[in-house]
Protein backbone atom coordinates (compact mmCIF):
# COMPACT_ATOMS: atom_id res chain seq x y z
CA UNK A 1 0.00 0.00 0.00
CA UNK A 2 0.98 3.06 -0.87
CA UNK A 3 0.03 7.02 0.14
CA UNK A 4 0.83 10.31 -1.21
CA UNK A 5 2.14 13.02 1.90
CA UNK A 6 1.06 17.03 1.37
CA UNK A 7 4.46 17.47 0.87
CA UNK A 8 4.39 14.55 -2.16
CA UNK A 9 6.38 12.39 -0.21
CA UNK A 10 5.29 8.86 -1.58
CA UNK A 11 5.23 6.86 1.56
CA UNK A 12 4.98 2.86 1.41
CA UNK A 13 3.81 0.33 3.68
CA UNK A 14 4.59 -3.14 3.73
CA UNK A 15 1.88 -5.64 2.30
CA UNK A 16 -0.19 -6.79 5.69
CA UNK A 17 0.48 -10.95 6.05
CA UNK A 18 -3.51 -11.96 6.41
CA UNK A 19 -4.18 -15.48 6.01
CA UNK A 20 -0.61 -16.50 6.88
CA UNK A 21 -1.20 -17.62 9.83
CA UNK A 22 -4.25 -19.95 8.17
CA UNK A 23 -1.85 -21.45 5.42
CA UNK A 24 0.79 -22.26 8.39
CA UNK A 25 -1.96 -23.95 10.60
CA UNK A 26 -2.71 -26.24 7.68
CA UNK A 27 0.60 -26.50 6.47
CA UNK A 28 1.19 -27.85 10.43
CA UNK A 29 -1.73 -30.19 10.60
CA UNK A 30 -0.15 -31.77 7.21
CA UNK A 31 2.79 -32.31 9.16
CA UNK A 32 1.85 -33.58 11.91
CA UNK A 33 -1.67 -35.69 10.42
CA UNK A 34 -0.05 -37.00 7.36
CA UNK A 35 2.60 -39.58 8.93
CA UNK A 36 0.03 -40.51 11.11
CA UNK A 37 -3.05 -41.27 8.69
CA UNK A 38 0.24 -43.23 6.50
CA UNK A 39 1.09 -45.57 9.35
CA UNK A 40 -2.58 -46.27 10.34
CA UNK A 41 -3.18 -46.76 6.56
CA UNK A 42 -0.18 -49.33 6.70
CA UNK A 43 -1.21 -51.10 9.77
CA UNK A 44 -5.13 -51.44 8.38
CA UNK A 45 -3.31 -52.90 5.20
CA UNK A 46 -0.95 -55.45 7.28
CA UNK A 47 -4.05 -56.46 9.07
CA UNK A 48 -6.42 -56.85 6.19
CA UNK A 49 -3.64 -59.16 4.65
CA UNK A 50 -2.41 -61.47 7.24
CA UNK A 51 -4.38 -63.85 9.33
CA UNK A 52 -3.97 -64.66 12.77
CA UNK A 53 -1.47 -66.75 13.04
CA UNK A 54 0.79 -65.00 10.60
CA UNK A 55 0.05 -61.73 12.68
CA UNK A 56 1.00 -63.31 15.87
CA UNK A 57 4.43 -65.01 14.49
CA UNK A 58 5.36 -61.39 13.13
CA UNK A 59 4.56 -59.78 16.68
CA UNK A 60 6.65 -62.85 18.24
CA UNK A 61 9.59 -62.24 15.99
CA UNK A 62 9.41 -58.47 16.47
CA UNK A 63 9.53 -59.34 20.82
CA UNK A 64 12.64 -61.28 19.74
CA UNK A 65 14.23 -58.19 18.84
CA UNK A 66 14.97 -56.39 21.80
CA UNK A 67 13.86 -53.05 23.06
CA UNK A 68 12.95 -51.66 19.28
CA UNK A 69 11.42 -54.87 18.52
CA UNK A 70 8.75 -54.72 21.46
CA UNK A 71 8.07 -51.03 20.91
CA UNK A 72 7.06 -51.58 17.34
CA UNK A 73 5.07 -54.92 18.80
CA UNK A 74 3.27 -52.83 21.02
CA UNK A 75 2.53 -50.18 17.97
CA UNK A 76 1.41 -52.94 16.59
CA UNK A 77 -1.48 -53.51 18.49
CA UNK A 78 -4.96 -53.44 17.17
CA UNK A 79 -6.94 -50.43 18.38
CA UNK A 80 -10.27 -49.56 17.36
CA UNK A 81 -9.50 -47.18 14.26
CA UNK A 82 -7.35 -50.56 12.83
CA UNK A 83 -9.66 -53.17 13.24
CA UNK A 84 -12.59 -50.31 12.03
CA UNK A 85 -10.42 -50.17 8.57
CA UNK A 86 -9.06 -53.44 7.71
CA UNK A 87 -12.34 -55.58 7.19
CA UNK A 88 -13.34 -52.72 4.88
CA UNK A 89 -9.47 -52.72 3.20
CA UNK A 90 -10.28 -56.42 3.12
CA UNK A 91 -13.43 -56.29 1.21
CA UNK A 92 -12.07 -53.52 -1.42
CA UNK A 93 -8.69 -55.99 -1.52
CA UNK A 94 -10.61 -59.27 -2.09
Avoid: N
Amino acid sequence: MQYVLDDGLVVLLPRSRQGSGLAFALAFALVVLLPILAALGAKSFLFARLDVHAMAELLGRLEAMGAPGRALGWLMQPEPVTATLAPMLAGLLG
